[in-house]
Every structure is written in C-alpha cells, then in structure tokens.
Nanobody, 115 residues
Framework: QVQLVESGGGLVQPGGSLRLSCAAS????????VGWYRQAPGKQRELVAT???????NYADSVKDRFTISRDNAKNTVYLQMNSLKPEDTAVYYC?????????WGQGTLVTVSS
C-alpha cells in the first residue's frame, strides 16, 4: 500500500507562486509515474502534469511554461512549482502515483488564487 501526502497549498495573489510537494510511502515510488491533477468547484478532475520514472514530463496546455513538475527519488517526493498563477488555477490539487494496474491518490491540497 502506498500513502501520498500533499502539502504546500494555500492562498496566493494572481501572478504569485506556490510549490506543492507530495511525499510517498513505500518502495515503488522510484519505478512509478507520478503526477498532479486538479479539480475546480463544479468541474471534473483534470491532469495538470506527470513525470515518468525516467523523468519524461507531460503538461496540460493551460499550465505549460508556468508550472514545472519534478521528482526526488531519494526523498520519495514529487513537486509542482507553480508560477504566474491565475484565478482559474484555483482548485484542489491531487497527487497521483501510477504503476501498471496500481493507482494511488493523495487527499488533496487546496490552492486558491485571489486578490
């Protein structure tokens, strides 16, 4: 069983930055793909960014050039650096770990972008 614990959410003004962290338990982190998803009020959960075990990244068009996903396998942690935040980035952000048929989710961390 894998547990994912997100942190780093909060209230930020438009144009500001936040860094989310997701710490994973267990030993499969290093061989798993990990990513960030978000769900805004009244909307479906959507992909934000993913990173494979080999370090390849993928981003939603809406966050390209503003967000950066990275991972530290020594710390079993994945990060999401979010810059130039916009009000439409407001959502609960969820960490995901995926390996084969295994799929784990964190509890989510709220990001609110507002003046």
């Amino acid at each position: 069983q894998v547990q994912l614990v997100e942190s780093g959410g909060g209230l930020v003004q438009p144009g500001g930055s936040l860094r989310l962290s997701c710490a994973a338990s267990g030993s499969i982190f290093k061989i798993a793909a990990v990513g960030w998803y978000r769900q805004a009020p009244g909307k479906q959960r959507e992909l934000v960014a993913t990173i494979t075990s080999g370090g390849s990244t993928n981003y939603a068009d809406s966050v390209k050039d503003r967000f950066t996903i990275s991972r530290d396998n020594a710390k079993n942690t994945v990060y999401l650096q979010m810059n130039s935040l916009k009000p439409e980035d407001t959502a609960v952000y969820y960490c995901n770990l995926h390996r084969g048929f295994l799929d784990f989710w964190g509890q989510g961390t709220l990001v609110t972008v507002s003046s």
